[in-house]
């Protein structure tokens, strides 16, 4: 059953909302960005929606609200299997840097449980916690806060284009992109959408490493990946329709926003640049490949479930070790060459090579123990 929005505004309460940000302050620009607040207990999809700025109010109340609610219940209903475990609180969608600076400084204060004792100290924290803001950006697609969901400024846009809330305008990021490629840009939305709310869903790690951050970022997005077009479909998002003619979508919201990318923000290093393509294209590819290796199949009803329950049912670090028993248990291997196929798998992830370091391995011990005495 659908529980109605909530019409209330209910912004949090922070000491630092008088500190200026740009040319307004922490209050007045995090109120321009749509954030929305789950509340109660139950299946996230189903929880109440709060509006925490008059943004969201608007929006809500606007011809675009139904839209509106169907793509965040869709977003929270990844978080639906495990109801008392996740973290999803909310979801906010920055329309520009200055939003986006108020709004994580509002997350740092609260994460800090931050308590000035003056405005000169409410501003000092500010001031250090929105300084390298610009250069974050750059970096990343949208993050989760301890369950604090927020949408880069471009991303913000395309997705609600997709969904009648905001027409796409010259000088946003998706012009910039050539229509063949626009679609897929759309559809990476709404996989980045689901991907942070899967961060969510997967249980915290104790000790955070490389190695455990690529096993975290594989599992939100093969799981979002497989999902994303579902999400968009059941929120009525019409992605090829705003892919074809991006300046003739609606503008529902009427958010008054201006148009906005990413050309202003610093580069990335290469180095880094590189490092993000296996983050979020190797490392999940070797997960997919992996899973097909267990016998998942992702493309089944089954298939899927068997994956969330592999790869969300315990921390990222434990992952490795179900994973390596489903391969053994599907290829018919045998037990002593557990701990070195973990081993292997655990690695896969980081490495160029990936599936073929593990499968390679296993046709090499299976060569192996057919030319043995044994089995002569």
């Known amino acids: ?215 975290e970022e594989a599992i939100a997005t093969v799981l979002a990946r497989r999902d994303r077009s579902a999400a968009a479909q059941a929120a009525g998002a019409t992605i090829d329709a705003v892919a074809a003619d991006p300046a003739g979508g609606r503008d529902d919201a009427q958010l008054g926003w201006s148009a906005w990318n990413r050309r202003h923000l610093p580069k990335p290093p290469e180095d880094e640049a590189a490092s993000n393509a296996a983050t979020y294209d190797t490392g999940p590819a070797t997960l997919r490949k992996l899973l097909n290796l267990a016998g998942v199949d992702r493309r089944t009803t089954a298939g899927r479930q068997q994956a969330i329950d592999l790869l969300q049912s315990v921390p990222a670090d434990d992952v490795p070790a179900g994973v390596t028993d489903a391969i053994i248990a599907r290829q018919q291997l045998a037990a002593t060459l557990r701990p070195e196929l973990e081993r292997r798998v655990r690695a896969s992830v980081t490495r160029p090579e990936g599936i073929r370091w593990v499968t390679d391995w296993i046709a090499r011990q299976r060569s192996e123990a057919t030319e043995s005495p044994a089995h002569v």
């Open 1 to 215: 059953m659908q529980i109605s929005v909530a019409p209330a505004i209910s912004p949090p309460q922070s000491p630092i909302l008088g500190a200026r940000v740009g040319s307004g302050t922490v209050g007045s620009h995090f109120d321009r960005a749509i954030s929305i607040r789950l509340e109660g207990s139950g299946a996230p999809s189903q929880r109440t929606l709060i509006a925490q700025t008059s943004a969201a109010a608007n929006a809500l109340a606007s011809p675009a609200g139904p839209a509106l609610e169907r793509m965040i219940r869709r977003a929270a209903a990844v978080a639906d299997g495990s109801p008392d475990a996740n973290t999803l609180r909310s979801y906010t969608f920055a329309p520009d840097d200055d939003a986006l600076k108020a709004t994580m400084a509002l997350g740092d204060a609260a994460a800090w449980k931050f308590q000035p004792t003056s405005a000169g100290d409410a501003q000092r924290f500010v001031d250090e916690h929105t300084e390298t803001v610009m250069r974050d950006m750059a970096r990343t697609l949208a993050f989760n806060g301890g369950g604090d969901v927020v949408l880069m400024p471009d991303v913000s846009r395309e997705l609600l284009a997709t969904i009648g809330a905001y027409r796409l305008q010259a000088g946003d990021q998706a012009f910039a992109q050539v229509s063949s490629r626009r679609a897929e840009a759309l559809r990476d939305d709404w996989d980045t959408l689901l991907h942070e709310s899967n961060h969510s869903v997967t249980p915290q790690v104790k000790f955070r490493s490389t190695l455990v951050t690529a096993w």
